[in-house]
C-alpha cells in the first residue's frame, strides 16, 4: 500500500505511487476568448496613446518651427506685423482731386491731410474720367502695390470707396478724388483710432497661428 492511502482504505480506494494525482480543473473556453479579447483592447489601446504622443509632440515642433520660420521672414523684411507692413502716413503722396463742381474742396482737403502727417502730391480738378462722376464721397485710386497706402489713406475717410488702377507701378503714389457726397475728413479722433486699429489688430477670437 502506497503511503498516500488514508488509513483504513483500501482496495478501490487505494492510492498507488508516490505523488499526488493532479486534479486539473476543465478549461472554460469562455474565459480563454474573454482573455484574449482584453490583451487585444490593451494593446490597441497603447499603440493609440503611442501615436497620439507622437502626434502631440510632432505637432509642437513643427509648430515651433513654422513660428521660427515666420520670425526668420520678418527679421528678413518678407514679412510682418501689420505695424512693420503698413506705410507711415508721411512715406505716402497723396494727389488730392476735386471731381464736383465746388471750389476749394481739393486744396482745402489737402491741408487738412498734411496736417495729418501725409505728404501732398499735386492738388486740382479731377481728370476728365472722373469729373462729375462720382456720386460717393471719394474715390481713392492706386496701384496693385500701393494697397497698404489706399488702406492707411482710407482710415481718414471711411465711407471712400477703393479702386485699383493696374497700369500704376507706384506703392507710395495715390489719388485722393472727392465726389459729389464728400464733405470732410472724418474727424481726426475718429481717424486716429482707425489707423491704430489698422496697425495693431485685436487677436482673432479662434486659435491661430501668431503673427510675427
Not at 27 to 52: C, D, F, K
Not at 83 to 92: E, F, S, T
Not at 106 to 132: C, H, M, S, V, W
Request: positive net charge.
Amino acid at each position: 500500500m502506497s503511503m498516500l492511502t488514508p488509513p483504513g482504505m483500501g482496495g478501490k480506494y487505494r492510492i498507488t505511487g508516490n505523488q499526488y494525482p493532479r486534479m486539473r480543473r476543465p478549461r472554460n473556453h469562455r474565459r480563454v476568448v474573454l482573455t484574449g479579447i482584453s490583451v487585444i483592447a490593451v494593446l490597441g489601446l497603447i499603440g493609440w496613446g503611442t501615436v497620439q504622443l507622437i502626434d502631440v509632440f510632432g505637432g509642437q515642433f513643427g509648430f515651433a518651427h513654422a513660428n521660427a520660420a515666420q520670425g526668420s521672414h520678418c527679421r528678413n523684411g518678407t514679412s510682418g506685423s501689420p505695424a512693420d507692413a503698413l506705410p507711415q502716413p508721411n512715406a505716402i503722396t497723396v494727389n488730392v482731386y476735386n471731381a464736383t463742381p465746388r471750389t476749394g474742396l481739393a486744396k482745402a482737403t489737402a491741408d487738412q491731410l498734411r496736417q495729418r502727417g501725409f505728404t501732398i502730391g499735386k492738388i486740382g480738378n479731377a481728370p476728365a474720367q472722373y469729373e462729375n462722376k462720382v456720386t460717393g464721397t471719394a474715390v481713392l485710386l492706386g496701384g496693385p502695390k500701393a494697397q497698404s497706402a489706399l488702406k492707411v489713406l482710407s482710415t481718414q475717410l471711411a465711407a471712400a470707396q477703393g479702386r485699383t488702377d493696374p497700369a500704376r507701378t507706384g506703392a507710395s503714389d495715390v489719388d485722393l478724388i472727392i465726389g459729389n457726397g464728400f464733405g470732410s475728413l472724418d474727424p481726426k479722433p475718429n481717424a486716429d483710432h482707425a489707423l491704430a486699429a489698422l496697425a495693431h489688430p485685436s487677436p482673432a477670437p479662434s486659435a491661430s497661428r501668431k503673427s510675427c
